[in-house]
Nanobody, 118 residues
Framework: QVQLEESGGGLVQAGGSLRLSCAASGRTFITYHMGWFRQAPGKEREFVAA????????DYADSVQGRFTISRDNAKNTVHLQMNSLKPEDTAVYYC???????????WGQGTQVTVSS
């Protein structure tokens, strides 16, 4: 089992940047694929980005491709989401997730709010 805690959210103007972090507990972090998801008010939770166990493979939603970068540090049990060129439509609660496969995530953090003002 793994516990996840996000940080780094906040209020930023359009065009600005934020870096989200997710700290994972436990010694099995490297066995999990990691992902970031987000949920805007009144909308379904949606996939944002994912990274493989080794960090060698990444995947992004079309809406963030080229603006967001996911990375992980297996020595520190952390995963990051660097968000650049933020847009008001990026406003959401962002969740970190861990899964045994790239499509099934079993563990979730509590989320961190990102608000982008126009």
């Amino acid at each position: 089992q793994v516990q996840l805690e996000e940080s780094g959210g906040g209020l930023v103007q359009a065009g600005g940047s934020l870096r989200l972090s997710c700290a994972a507990s436990g010694r099995t972090f490297i066995t999990y694929h990691m992902g970031w998801f987000r949920q805007a008010p009144g909308k379904e939770r949606e996939f944002v980005a994912a990274i493989s166990r080794s960090g060698g493979n990444t995947d992004y939603a079309d809406s963030v491709q080229g603006r967001f970068t996911i990375s992980r540090d297996n020595a520190k049990n952390t995963v990051h989401l660097q968000m650049n060129s933020l847009k008001p439509e990026d406003t959401a609660v962002y969740y970190c997730a861990a899964g045994i496969t790239t499509t099934t995530y079993s563990y979730w953090g509590q989320g961190t709010q990102v608000t982008v003002s126009s």
